[in-house]
Each structure stands twice: as structure tokens, then as C-alpha cells.
């Protein structure tokens, strides 16, 4: 769809851009600034990004509105349902880049997947609200409640001075009782709202179940990214929605199940890289010992390349699908504007008789008063 923005300028966008645009959600801290989802795909958000719809925050997951996105938000259709005009014309062959997201292990829910996404973002501000941690639940509570009880053992204590022992030890067990229901009220420590919600404790809860992009090097980086976008363009695909593409469910659980395999291949990738650059080799055999490692590596490396390159073969034949359907619907078009373009013509020869007769009758009329004229 064409969006028209303030000053006259114009954005044309896809459903997946649209969609995107309209689901960004607003900062707690500054409700200005709007955030793009975590769950949008790569492709969705490198075409904002060239359209100057959205710009990089502080982290890598961090994507924020433009001043132009925002004008873009304000002029799409009302509602999630309302239409948004033709399928985005896709550019095949395209999947490299660096990735813009973390991948997670797939079996990790979506609340806590935007849970640990929202904590790899926090880590990486660095700010105060990455320092901060969540103060235990019980701990006003621990203090109001040793308070009380100094209390009732001094009123016990003078109880007994003024009424004897036995009234003490009554005064005392009833106090005790009353303390222990106005702490069961107030609020008792435990286990879930004493934990800790700080980025570093919400990481370390998932250790070994995400792969960082900052943590991979260059080369594993780009290829995490072609992995990424490839991944996300067949799940983005109107073509996997409307369920054309085998079944939608396992085509997303096999896509992911990939994409993660791949990462944590290019995790190790990236840690056995750096291992072999950090060995010494003072002689000739640690040096040869050195090459057969990094031959080892180099032959994973490439298994890992082979099915990267197969899912971007996928991709690519998905984005064919869609611009072949896509042309089509185009051609049909164009087809019934030719067809009514010719409908309209097949009058214009009567037009053209009646008014060349109307031409020739007011040529006589003209020489017949040149006759009868003065």
C-alpha cells in the first residue's frame, strides 16, 4: 500500500511492513518513542530500515520508530484487519547482512522468549535499569515483623511483673498469633516474588539457550544473518499464512529447529576460531597440527554453508511463488483495463459519424447564409 506523509511525500509499504508499524509498542519510560516487536522477521525490518521507517537503539534487538515512521503509523488504515493493498514484491537472491535478532532455542515459550529478548536488550545498556535488582519481597515485612515481636515480649514482660507468669505466657502466645496473621496478610516471602527480574539473573535462568550475534565473529555473524533472513522470508510469506506451504506448523517448527542448529554450529565455529589463534606454535609440528584443525573447521564450516545455501534455494523459490502469483494478479488487471478500454472505443465510430455530420450540416448552413446574405 502507498502511504501519502505530511508535506506531500509517499511510502509505499507491505502488509508484513504495516503490520509491523501498527504493533510497535510504546516505551514505559518514554511514551513517545515506539518500539518495534521482537517477533517481526528480519526481511520486515531491513525494508523499514531502507525506507527510513525505523532506526537502530541500544541494542541489537533494539528497533525504534523514525519521525517518518511514526507519520507512516498515523496513516494506516483503522484495525488489524484492515487491508493494506498488494503483497510486497520481494527481491530474490538477497539474504546477507548482519542478523538483527538473537536466536533462541525453540522450545523456549513466546512470554519467555520476549522476557529474555527485553534482558539481552537490558544487558546491553549498561544503564541502571540493567544494574538494578529486584529487592526481596519480605524484606519490610522481616523488619515490621521482628518490631512487633520486641514489642509484645516487652509488654509480656511487664504483664508478668504486674499480673504474674501465667498471664504473661498468655499475653504472649495470643500476641504471637495475631503477629503471625498480620504477616500472613501482609505478605509472606516466597519463592516467585523473592526471585530476582535483572537482565544478568533473567540471561543466566536461559544459559546455553540463545545465541548472541555480538558474541560470534564476523564470518558467523553473516552467515547467521543469511540463515535469518532466509528463514524469515518463507515464514513471513503470504504463501505459508494462507497454508500453501505444506503445513504451517511444521514448516515454523522445522525452520526454527534449522535456524537454531545453525547458530550454535556458528557459535562453535566462532570458539574453535579463536582457540586455534591463541595456541602458540613454536615448531613444526604444532604448526602442521594447526592446519589439520583449521581444515577440520574449514570442511564443518562449508556443511554448515551447504544448508544455509539450501534454505536460501527454499526461500528464493517461495519469493518466486509469490511474484509469480503477484504477476499474475497484475495481468489480470491490466488485462480488464484493456478490455475496457476497448469496450469505450467500440463506440467512438458512431461518435465520429454523428459528428462529422454535425461538422458537414453546419458547413452549409454557414455557405448558405453566405448566399442569402446583403
Not at 509498542?25 to 515506539?34: A, F, H, I
Not at 534487538?61 to 520481494?90: H, I, K, V
Not at 504471637?176 to 498480620?182: D, G, P, R, Y
Not at 542448529?261 to 597440527?289: D, F, K, N, W, Y
Request: aromatic share 4%; proline share 6%; with cysteine.
Amino acid at each position: 500500500m502507498e502511504l501519502i506523509l505530511p508535506g506531500g511525500d509517499s511510502v509505499r509499504i507491505s502488509p508484513a511492513m504495516a503490520r509491523a508499524l501498527r504493533e510497535a509498542e510504546s516505551d514505559p519510560v518514554n511514551p513517545r518513542t515506539l518500539r518495534v516487536r521482537f517477533r517481526v522477521g528480519v526481511p520486515t525490518l531491513d525494508e523499514l530500515r531502507r525506507r527510513g521507517l525505523v532506526a537502530a537503539g541500544d541494542g541489537a534487538d533494539d528497533w525504534r520508530l523514525t519521525e517518518r515512521g511514526r507519520q507512516a503509523r498515523a496513516r494506516l488504515p483503522a484495525g488489524p484487519d484492515a487491508p493494506c493493498g498488494d503483497a510486497e514484491t520481494l527481491t530474490l537472491g538477497v539474504f546477507g547482512g548482519r542478523p538483527l535478532r538473537a536466536t533462541l532455542h525453540p522450545a523456549i515459550g513466546r512470554e519467555d522468549a520476549d522476557r529474555l529478548r527485553a534482558a539481552l536488550g537490558g544487558r546491553r545498556h549498561g544503564g541502571a535499569h540493567a544494574q538494578a535488582r529486584t529487592a526481596p519481597a519480605d524484606a519490610p515485612v522481616g523488619k515490621r515483623t521482628r518490631l512487633a515481636y520486641l514489642s509484645l515480649a516487652a509488654f509480656a514482660y511487664a504483664t508478668m511483673l504486674v499480673a504474674g507468669p501465667v498471664s504473661a505466657l498468655i499475653v504472649l502466645f495470643a500476641g504471637a498469633v495475631v503477629v503471625l496473621v498480620v504477616r500472613g496478610i501482609a505478605g509472606a516471602p516466597s519463592a516467585d516474588t523473592g526471585r530476582s527480574s535483572a537482565p544478568e539473573d533473567v540471561t543466566a535462568a536461559f544459559a546455553g539457550r540463545f545465541v548472541e550475534p555480538r558474541s560470534l565473529d564476523d564470518q558467523a555473524r553473516d552467515l547467521l544473518g543469511r540463515a535469518q533472513r532466509a528463514v524469515d522470508t518463507v515464514l513471513e510469506s503470504p504463501l505459508h499464512d494462507r497454508g500453501l506451504l505444506l503445513d504451517a506448523v511444521r514448516n515454523r517448527v522445522v525452520l526454527g529447529d534449522i535456524e537454531w542448529s545453525v547458530a550454535r554450529s556458528l557459535e562453535r565455529h566462532t570458539s574453535s576460531r579463536r582457540l586455534i589463534a591463541a595456541v602458540p606454535t613454536p615448531g613444526e609440528r604444532s604448526r602442521r597440527a594447526a592446519e589439520r584443525a583449521r581444515a577440520a573447521l574449514e570442511e564443518d564450516v562449508r556443511a554448515v554453508e551447504w544448508r544455509i545455501g539450501r534454505l536460501e534455494d527454499y526461500a528464493e523459490k517461495v519469493a518466486a511463488a509469490e511474484l509469480e502469483i503477484e504477476d499474475r494478479r497484475s495481468a489480470a488487471r491490466l488485462d480488464e483495463i484493456t478490455e475496457s478500454t476497448l469496450r469505450a472505443g467500440a463506440a467512438a465510430p458512431h461518435e465520429d459519424v454523428t459528428l462529422t455530420s454535425l461538422v458537414e450540416a453546419q458547413e452549409m448552413a454557414l455557405e448558405l447564409a453566405s448566399l442569402i446574405g446583403p
